[in-house]
């Protein structure tokens, strides 16, 4: 992973291996080629995140996604960038996103 | 998100809102249960199990779907094409898991790029398999797409056991190279055995030599159904109900299960609940593609290959007749659909 970008310059893609479903009013993450706790494991996106990962891999940086945030939320820039940040780290974790290389 | 954060000009903030959390994970069992507690007894097709072919390599003597392990009943079956056009409205339905059986799947060539389809289209996936079929190419292909479950039937613990109920001979040694390559990849494994007059005396054997591969589950049951060209002859293999029930008082973990279920059941009961999801949060579809509401209840078939699977699920399931519906609800129906939808059902066998 890089670590000469700026945070907010960033890019970053979604991986393959993870499939995202619109079930009745949940958004579901789901990994196709993983074992996660050899159970049937998914992952469940609230309203937000689930927008932000629609936003994501779309060639937007995080800065572009975090404006777009906050055309569409109410809150304040200090707090959704706090958030996004924490999501982006939560699904690189997860394997589900990854930066792009520049 | 940690905040209070809302869409902009919404009045109402959204249900998911609720929770705080981003992003959480959890089981689709508890997942599912979540959801139906919203629901509040709205049909939903969570889940289903899809019959996708009767052909088999094997004749288990006890076996449903192998009076329609013949050349002219497959060519009846539904072809991949119409296989993935069901999968899609599936998804589109919002189902998550299914479960494949047959006969066995892997009897089809295209059963890998069926499976493979539905993975990559988000489904959580269980395999029903007699385990004799699986090579170290589809074990690996099953380590890059891993099963939330391969249930192996496992009826014997001799090959003279096993090839008696099965008919097939080296099938004892195919299953056990099965079962060796799903284990050498780590991959989730239910052994299962019915419980008949045949095998009656190893079942517990079974269940020791299931514990003794480690990382497998065990399951038994003693389910013997009338073939689906309606002979009854299975049944002479079937254990009377005192032997079953004193195999399942021999080992501690069967009478705990057995209790298990029995209070599930009561609760159930006393709840008023039905007894059966079918049609409520389950289906099944048989391997010529008609909708039905479990695999134990064939006579109502909605059929797929002409009507859609939305229409099948919500408007002709929950009609269909059920015993283990509540009496109230569980009255066979006469009239049900008009016109079109109409010819589109069709009695099954």
Redesign the interface.
Known sequence: MPTNIPLLEKHYFRNEQF???Q????????P???????????????????R?WELIDRGRSVQQIEQLLL??????PE??E??LL??LD??QELGAIEAVAE | ????????GGKER????K?P?????????V?GEQ?FQ??KGKS?PLTGQWELTCRCNLKCVMCYTDPFNTPEQIRQELSYEEIIRILDEI?EE?C??LTFTGGEPFARRDFLDIYTYA????F?LTIFTNGTLITPKIADHLK???P?MIEVSFHGLTRQSFDQITLGSGSYESCLEGIGLILER???LTLKTVGMTINRDEILKIKEFVAGLGKAQYKFGSDIRPRLNGSEDVYQYQLPHDEIRAIEQADEEFRAERRRKDQCKQEWIDQGQELCGGGKYKFHIDAYGRLQLCSNNRSRGYDLRQGSFREGFFQFLPEFPCPARRPSQGEPLVNIGTGDSQQKLKETA
């Open positions: 499939v995202s479903r079930i009745a009013d949940e958004f579901l993450l789901i196709v080629a993983r074992q996660l706790n050899g159970d049937n494991w998914l992952f469940v996106l609230n309203e937000v995140g689930a932000i055309e569409e939320f109410d809150t304040t707090q959704l706090e958030d924490r999501l939560q699904l | 998100m940690t905040g209070p954060i809302e869409r902009r959204s249900s998911v809102m929770d959390q981003q992003i959480s994970d959890m089981s689709a069992e997942w959801l919203r629901f939903f998804h919002g998550l898991e993975k990559r289209k988000g959580l890059t797409y891993p939330s780590d991959l989730p």
